[in-house]
């Protein structure tokens, strides 16, 4: 019926599964994208220098035209045009139009200051991305920046090979009968004739390979959603922040629950099938 454990997993698990599809498209091009040096683009400290220079240039022309700005209002407040200055719109309208006496057009001067304003903050952000990205050339020459870079050209040829297998296993209707472990042990005693008990130790590997799953998974959706959160966290939308960060957990466990049976033997596959019903 409606109310059954397999109709109700069944509508929590596509919610689930396709956050954890969401979350591992992200993860599979962002992880590579981060620590593989391939992706860095050449920075020296010349240019980092260079586009320091134009801040600062740009710093300086705004501090010069803010005090020829200061200057005028100290000059107009000295002749008393700043109290006897006309009120309401039109007012308004004619102290923007007007210039100063001294020559000086403090509504132009304005505009230059926040172009200059906006032009600085772009020129403080690519600064910044400079040095972040100077920091990832010499964090890749590192022995862990290797071992990473390494990670990602790893991982993504893995990604490429598991796109195309679950893309042969959707147009054949196909559903893997042995988990990854149990088959990776097998071909490797069947190549390499090595005398190994496959069910005991296939077993043991795929448990601690299930647990490592659950606990990098998690923590990987716990550090992107409090990053999320706390974007757009308040005081009043704390309750509702916590409400849905429940609610998304369970989702998400049970969605790990129905994945992860794949990685296990067949005999704990079956198991974990009788308890969810059949999905």
Partial sequence: GI????QLISRVGVIGVTLMALLS??????????YMSYFLRNVTDA????????????MDMIVSKKKRIAVAHRTMFQRGEVHNRPTGFWGMIKSVTTSVPGG???SLIQQEVDALEELSRQLFLETADLHATKERIEYSKTFQGRYFNFLGYFFSIYCVWKIFMATINIVF????????????????VNYLGIQFDVKFW????????????IVTSIRGLLITLTKFFYAISSSKSSNVIVLLLAQIMGMYF??????????????????????????
């Fill in 3 to 6: 109310l059954s454990i397999e």
């Fill in 25 to 34: 498209g992200f993860g599979a091009v962002n992880c590579p994208y981060t």
């Fill in 47 to 58: 240019d980092i220098l260079a586009l320091e220079r134009r801040l600062l240039q740009t």
């Fill in 104 to 106: 000086e057009n403090l």
């Fill in 173 to 188: 209707d196909r559903v893997g009968k042995t988990d990854p472990v149990t088959r990776g042990i097998e071909i490797t």
């Fill in 202 to 213: 296939s077993q043991h590997i795929s448990f601690i390979l299930v647990g490592i799953i």
């Fill in 254 to 279: 049970v969605s790990s629950v129905l994945l992860i049976r794949m990685s296990m033997p067949p005999e704990y596959r079956t198991i974990i099938t009788e308890v969810l019903g059949e999905l």
